[in-house]
Structure formats: structure tokens, C-alpha cells
């Protein structure tokens, strides 16, 4: 009597799941906001140098954005300018004057924030497997909302920095670990539609109404304030909430996770026997008698054997072209012709049809097929993307592009998506809370380059573009290596990681496996003959 023939007898698609699928979404909109605040504050409007306090007329000069020539010849820098402030929205840019030569300031300072990703997923990914995925959740919130609230009182690099090192602890480890924790809960049968559309509608409201809550107050100190709040409300999640049972039964706290067991079945409205919760601990307690080695697995430990370091070292390459891939895109949404907090918005509703698209595809064509596709197909969109911005005339043709930048946003997002579901199911239950954040730990400490591969636009626009389509090629023929996780029994152990969907090809598919069976027994039928 294993974990899921209980769950299955608790209800694994009942009230409960519904009240956590709730509270999922919410964990989405305070994650959207928290991540999307990074682009939000630090939008530059178009500028012009501003000689107000000069000593000469402006009839008798040239301006340029950061330079001046006089009417002597003479070249000399800005030192104040003039914003076209977008229903006069002050960001960090305009407010401290980072633009020209103190530009880079702000590239320092989101760097930061991933360097912030880096350590907090280390360190909470520990802490989730040391103290469980339910406490270890809210900690991460409410630091990187303690960081957002600090950050709207800086006025220097320094500090800046710093609280960006403090908000980016939380950035990628909030909505890993409570993905992990409805995971667990679900039946696979409902794992991809009950965690996909919530994503899907959550997480798109998030990032739509995040644009207009920024231009409604005004100030990108304001915004930061407004933000942070809602972290507050995942404070009731343990009065709500059980721990992870997978997480319970790798520590040994059986009789804990069969009392979670009886509660779920207690709220779902489902009368289960006392001697199906007996049998239960009683088969995880000579699972772990014959197996001392279960609640001693370390995430270190899926590089010692063959095909578990293969699928780790892969995992974590795709990891990083993703998340350059995510960030990228989204940030990327200035000097196309359109207001950048309208094309945010109205482009962020491309989170709902990538949500959609994995509900219907997934299923069919396969978690590696799935990741496959979009990771290719990603790269196809980004690279014309590329090409047109740099070709086109952004006011004469600003509908074209607003259109492609959403749809590279859309294949950005089906690729993060289907990556953060995939890696879970590959990954072994007795180090997932380690595996998933050390995983995207490395593609987050990469996003550091984000900011310097959208400055090479400066040198070639659509070199950023062409530069991520080739990454994205690179990914889609890495998930070739990978195993297919769609109807199988996931893995528990590392023991069972090392030789779960061993002999399977690299060109399979579930989708294509009934044709390939129809064509193996019609050359035997041929044979035969």
C-alpha cells in the first residue's frame, strides 16, 4: 500500500486539492509581482540633455541624448536631463538620472539580484529538505518581499545593490517549492491540468495588472511598497496546509504523514480505513529497513552514477538557456514602437494560451516532446524576432513587432513551464526540494548575463536575438537525452533515478509509439511470409 494507492483512496483530486490549487495561484500573483518588479522600476523613457542651467542659448548648440555640441564645436557632456515620462511614471532611472554614462548602474544592480537567486536557492533548497517544503516556502517569500520594501528606500548604488542581493534570495525557491508541494498532492492524471492552469491564469493576472499598478501610484517606490504586501498573506498557508507526505516518508515521520493522509481524506469527504493507513506505515517502514540508504540520498549524489549525472548535467544546461531565455524576452520590450507598459501587459496575456497549449499537448505528445517543441520552436520565433527589429522601422511597423515580441514570449514561457514539471518528474523524491532549486539555482546565477546580452543590441540589434535562438537550438536537442516521465512511476530514491526509463531510445515518443508499434508488427507479419 505505497503513497499513491492511499492518496488515490484519500482523494487525490478533491476539496483539499482545490483549497491548494487556491492558494497555488496565489503563491503566482505574489511570485509575478515580486520577479516583474525588476523590470518594472527600471524602465527608461526616451530622454534629451537638458541645458537649463547652461551658459549659452540652445540655439546655439546640437543636443544629443547624452552629449551636447556646441556651436564652437566644442563636445561636453550631460549632466541633467529632460524625460518623456509616460503618464508621468518616475522609475529608478529617471529619479536617480541612471542613463549615458551612469547606465551601468542599473545593469550592477539587477546583476545583483541574481547573485541574490543564487545563494537563496542554495540555501532554501537545503532548508527545504532539512525543515519541509511548507515552512521553507514562506521564509522565501517574505525575505524577498523584505527585500522589494527595503529596496524603495535607496537612493545609491551600493544599497541598491544590496537590497537587490536581498529580494533575489526568493526569486526562483517561492514557486519552486510550493510547484513541489501541490505536485505531490495530485494525481498524475491531474498534475499537468491542475498545475498548468493555475499558472496559466495566476500568474498571467500578476504580470497584466503589474504595468498599471506602477503608472497608477506613480513612483517605483510606491510600486515596490504595494508589492511587498501581499507576501503577508502566505502566512496563513500553515493553518491551511499540510506538509509534503513524500517529503514525511524520506524522513522517516511515517505516522506524521499517514495523520496528514486521514485529514485530506477527512476534508474530502472520504471514509478510509484505519487499516490502509497501517499497512501504509508499515510498508514505508520495511522499505526504509531494506533500504537504509533512502533518507541519506544527497542532491551530489546524482552525479556518481552514469545515467543520473547524464540527466543532471543536461537538466542543469537547459536550466540556463531557459532562464536567459525567460528573462530576456520579458525585459525586452523597450524601443519597439509601443508604450513598454502597455506591450508588457497586453503581451503577458500569452502566459494563458502557453498554459493551455502544455493542458492539451502535454499528455499527448509527452513531457520530452513538449519541451522539445517549444524550446525549437522558441527559437525559430526569436530569431525572426531579432530580424525584423533590426530591419523594420518600429513607428511604421510597431503592431508586427509588438506581435512577435508576444510570441516570443509565449514560447518562453511554455518552455519554462514544461522545464519546471519535467525536471520534478526526472529528479528522485528523496532529494526533489534539493534537485529542482540546485537545478535552477545554476540557470539563475546565469541570468547575471542576462542584462549584458540584451546591451549587445547597442552593437547589433538583433545580435541579442539571434545569440538566444542559438541557445534555444541547444536546448531542444538536449532534451533528446532525456527520458520520457509521462505514464511511468517516478522515482523515489537515487537508486531508482540511476535506472528509471533505462533502454529507452532517444527518438521516442509516446505519441508516435502506437504507429511504431503498428509498423514493428507489420514488418514481422512480412517476415513471416
Not at 98 to 110: M, R, S
Not at 257 to 286: C, H, P, Q, W
Amino acid at each position: 500500500m505505497d503513497l499513491e494507492k492511499v492518496l488515490d483512496k484519500c482523494g487525490s483530486f478533491g476539496p483539499y486539492q482545490i483549497l491548494l490549487l487556491g492558494l497555488f495561484g496565489y503563491t503566482n500573483i505574489v511570485s509575478s509581482l515580486h520577479y516583474f518588479s525588476q523590470t518594472l522600476i527600471s524602465f527608461t523613457p526616451p530622454f534629451r540633455c537638458s541645458l537649463s542651467t547652461a551658459d549659452f542659448s540652445e540655439n546655439d548648440t546640437s543636443v544629443e541624448t547624452c552629449t551636447f555640441k556646441q556651436y564652437n564645436g566644442q563636445v561636453s557632456k550631460c549632466y541633467s536631463w529632460q524625460y518623456e515620462r509616460e503618464e508621468n511614471y518616475e522609475s529608478i532611472t529617471t529619479e536617480l538620472d541612471w542613463v549615458c554614462d551612469e547606465a551601468f548602474n542599473l545593469a550592477v544592480g539587477q546583476s545583483f539580484f541574481f547573485v541574490g537567486s543564487v545563494m537563496g536557492s542554495i540555501f532554501f533548497g537545503y532548508l527545504a529538505d532539512r525543515i519541509g517544503r511548507l515552512p521553507a516556502c514562506i521564509l522565501t517569500t517574505l525575505t524577498g518581499a523584505a527585500g522589494d520594501f527595503l529596496t524603495s528606500f535607496v537612493s545609491d548604488l551600493p544599497w541598491f545593490s544590496f537590497t537587490r542581493f536581498v529580494s533575489g534570495l526568493s526569486l526562483d525557491t517561492q514557486y519552486v517549492l510550493m510547484y513541489i508541494l501541490v505536485f505531490e498532492y495530485l494525481s498524475p492524471k491531474h498534475r499537468t491540468f491542475g498545475l498548468n492552469i493555475i499558472l496559466a491564469l495566476f500568474y498571467c493576472f500578476g504580470l497584466m495588472i503589474s504595468p498599471w499598478i506602477a503608472i497608477w501610484l506613480g513612483s517605483w517606490r510606491k510600486y515596490l511598497w504595494a508589492t511587498s504586501l501581499p507576501a503577508l498573506g502566505m502566512l496563513i498557508y500553515p493553518f491551511c496546509l499540510h506538509e509534503s507526505v513524500e517529503w514525511l516518508l524520506t524522513k522517516g515521520k511515517f505516522d506524521k504523514a499517514a495523520n496528514n493522509l486521514r485529514s485530506i481524506a477527512k476534508m474530502n469527504g472520504r471514509k478510509v480505513d484505519d487499516a490502509v493507513f497501517d499497512e501504509f506505515i508499515k510498508f514505508y517502514t520495511l522499505k526504509l529497513k531494506s533500504n537504509q540508504k533512502a533518507n541519506k540520498d544527497t542532491f551530489m549524489g546524482m552525479l556518481k552514477t552514469p545515467r543520473l549525472r547524464r540527466f543532471t548535467i543536461t537538466l542543469l544546461i537547459k536550466s540556463v538557456i531557459i532562464t536567459l531565455a525567460f528573462d530576456i524576452l520579458n525585459r525586452n520590450v523597450e524601443g519597439v514602437g509601443t508604450s513598454p507598459f502597455k506591450l508588457f501587459s497586453y503581451t503577458g496575456i500569452c502566459y494563458f494560451p502557453a498554459g493551455l497549449s502544455l493542458i492539451l499537448f502535454q499528455n499527448r505528445i509527452g513531457r520530452k516532446g513538449m519541451a522539445f517543441a517549444s524550446l525549437f520552436g522558441g527559437g525559430i520565433i526569436t530569431a525572426v524576432t531579432g530580424y525584423l527589429v533590426g530591419t523594420l522601422d518600429p513607428a511604421k511597423y510597431s503592431l508586427l513587432l509588438a506581435i512577435m515580441v508576444g510570441l516570443g514570449r509565449f514560447g518562453g514561457s511554455v518552455a519554462y513551464d514544461a522545464e519546471a514539471q519535467y525536471a520534478a518528474e526526472i529528479i528522485p523524491t528523496s532529494v526533489r526540494g534539493r534537485g529542482v532549486a540546485n537545478i535552477h539555482v545554476i540557470g539563475y546565477g546565469f541570468g547575471f548575463f542576462s542584462s549584458y546580452i540584451i546591451y549587445l543590441g547597442t552593437i547589433y540589434k538583433p545580435l541579442p536575438s539571434f545569440l538566444l535562438s542559438f541557445l534555444l537550438f541547444i536546448g531542444a536537442a538536449l532534451c533528446l537525452s532525456l527520458p520520457e516521465t509521462l505514464h511511468k512511476k517516478l522515482p523515489q530514491t537515487l537508486e531508482e533515478g540511476e535506472v528509471f526509463a533505462k533502454g529507452e531510445k532517444w527518438y521516442y515518443f509516446p505519441c508516435f509509439s502506437r504507429q511504431k508499434h503498428f509498423n514493428k508488427s507489420e514488418s514481422q507479419l512480412e517476415s513471416a511470409h
